[in-house]
Structures are given as structure tokens and as C-alpha cells.
């Protein structure tokens, strides 16, 4: 029974720790955790495989890199159109969105996902739109179609880690 209860402190203390971990800070076998201090948005990437690009003047986000085409944007906004998860989802149309093969939402959530050109490349996107108070919080990853089969356990453990703060 001991172990089990130190099982639980140390699970305890890792997920306070990552909470708090400063931008980038790295765990979790090349994992890293992105905290957004202004809005709380958090996620966690493949460090290895992923390049932090600067933050933007307005620091509502984050946009990753990997060398092979791959893209992780990860940013939120006060909801100043008093936007509800159906009018969001509702304005997700045009070409970008004309290959949509998967949906899904919740209670303050909805994905969306498919397939679309990226500059001539034939490319998977997922958007994962989180409403949080008056924030809305956004994961959009993209990576090219040849590249799915290495993709999806990556973009399922990011996904799962996305979260809108407070």
C-alpha cells in the first residue's frame, strides 16, 4: 500500500510540475511543455522533432516547426465576438475546410480535421478549438499526407495534452 500512495505524491508532484514549467521546459522522454502565460493554453510537443519558433509581438501563441513540413500552432484570443461553439465551427468553411473527414465536440470543445493543399503538398490538418470563459484556446497541427502513419500517434498524444487555461 505504500508504494501505491508514493506512486500517487510522485504522479501528483510530476503533473504540478509540469504545470508550472516554464515555456519549452523539457520531460517526459523529449517531450516539452508549452505554458502560454497570458492566456495559460498548454500543450506538449515532441522537442526533437519540433523547433519553437519566437513568439509573436502580441505573445497569444506559439507556432512549432519540424524540418519535414510538419506544423504545430498553438494560441488563443479573447472571445470578443462572444463567438458559441457552433457559430466557430459554423465559420470553419471554404477550400481549407472543403476535405473535412472527422468532427467532434463536447461540452466547451469541437475538432475538426481532413484533408487540404499546403503550398502544392497534399496535407492533413487537425484543429482542436477549446472555449474557456471568455478565451478561446487553438491547436492546429498540420504535416504532409505521405507522412500520416508517423503523424497520428503524435498528433493523438499532443491533442490529449492541449488544454485552455483558467
Known amino acids: 500500500m505504500k508504494f501505491s500512495l508514493l506512486a500517487l505524491l510522485a504522479a501528483i508532484l510530476g503533473c504540478f ?3 508550472f514549467a516554464p515555456c519549452g521546459a523539457r520531460a517526459d522522454n523529449g517531450w516539452a511543455v ?14 526533437p522533432r519540433f523547433v519553437m ?5 502580441n505573445d497569444d501563441g506559439r507556432t512549432l516547426i519540424a524540418a519535414d513540413g510538419a506544423k504545430i500552432l498553438v494560441f488563443a ?13 459554423a465559420g470553419l468553411t471554404g477550400p481549407d475546410y472543403a476535405r473535412t473527414t472527422y468532427r ?7 475538432v475538426v480535421s481532413g484533408y487540404r493543399d499546403i503550398g502544392g503538398v497534399d ?3 487537425y484543429e482542436k478549438h477549446i472555449f474557456a470563459r471568455d478565451v478561446v484556446h487553438s491547436l ?27
Not at 508549452?34 to 522537442?47: F, I, Q
Open 104 to 110: 467532434a465536440k463536447g461540452p466547451n470543445w469541437f
Open 140 to 166: 492546429i497541427v498540420t504535416y504532409p499526407s505521405a507522412l500520416k502513419g508517423r503523424y497520428e500517434p503524435i498528433v493523438a498524444r499532443v491533442a490529449a495534452s492541449f488544454a485552455g487555461g483558467g
Open 53 to 57: 519558433q519566437p513568439p509573436p509581438d
Open 17 to 19: 510540475a509540469a504545470l
Open 77 to 89: 484570443s479573447y472571445n470578443v465576438l462572444d463567438e458559441t461553439l457552433a457559430s466557430k465551427q
Open 34 to 47: 508549452y505554458v502560454n502565460d497570458r492566456y495559460g493554453t498548454t500543450v506538449w510537443y515532441p522537442a
Open 123 to 125: 496535407s492533413v490538418f
